[in-house]
């Protein structure tokens, strides 16, 4: 079994009260995403895993932000199914004046007791609010993603399956079986 690390990052906007530009964290890359104030906040859908998970072995968020010289601003993270009921939450405090990383805890179940699924991921659901501000900074995020951790079932050894494209072939054979 292979293991891979797929970071998902912003793909679609569900819900936005005084949150701009958040399409922006999708890399790091000096384009931002701002929440406005306090009670302010977003629920958006994450990219989709690229390959087929036999397991999912933990997710952890991560995030590139600051908020200016001098202040901090609380912002919550909760973690959201399809229909937007709460997984899990954790709190994170975004401040100073340079950009910082900051972590949630690694997950390795959905709500404490299951295990995720590839659906659990694929619908998953993101909701950063702003819950309080201290200084007169703004809550401002570079990049935002979370990572996943997946075992995907080895490749079938000597099988070649292309429905389209071209191989080169720089030596050995090539059998084509009927």
Avoid at 10 to 28: F, K, M, P
Avoid at 70 to 97: C, K, P, R, W
Avoid at 160 to 178: D, E, F, H, Q, R
Wanted: proline letters at 1%; aromatic letters at 8%; one cysteine or more.
């Amino acid at each position: 079994m292979a293991a891979v690390v797929e970071d998902l990052v912003y793909n679609e906007e569900h819900s936005n009260d005084g949150v701009s530009n958040w399409n922006n964290t999708t890399a790091n890359n000096g384009n931002f995403g701002t929440i406005s104030g306090n009670s302010k906040f977003i629920i958006f859908e994450l990219t989709n895993l690229s390959q087929t998970p036999t397991s999912i072995i933990s997710i952890q968020y991560f995030a590139d932000v600051f908020s200016g010289a001098g202040a901090t601003m609380v912002i919550q993270h909760e973690f959201l199914n399809s229909s937007n009921t709460q997984l899990y939450t954790e709190n994170e405090g975004y401040s100073t004046d340079t950009e910082n990383q900051v972590s949630g805890t690694v997950r390795t179940t959905s709500d404490g007791s299951t295990a995720w699924t590839e659906n659990d991921i694929n619908t998953l659901r993101v909701k950063l609010t702003q819950l309080a501000g201290v200084g007169t900074g703004t809550a401002t995020c570079d990049h935002f993603f979370v990572r996943v951790k997946y075992n995907v079932a080895d490749p079938v050894a000597g099988l070649i399956k292309l429905t389209s494209g071209k191989i080169k072939l720089t030596s050995g054979k090539i059998k084509i079986a009927i």
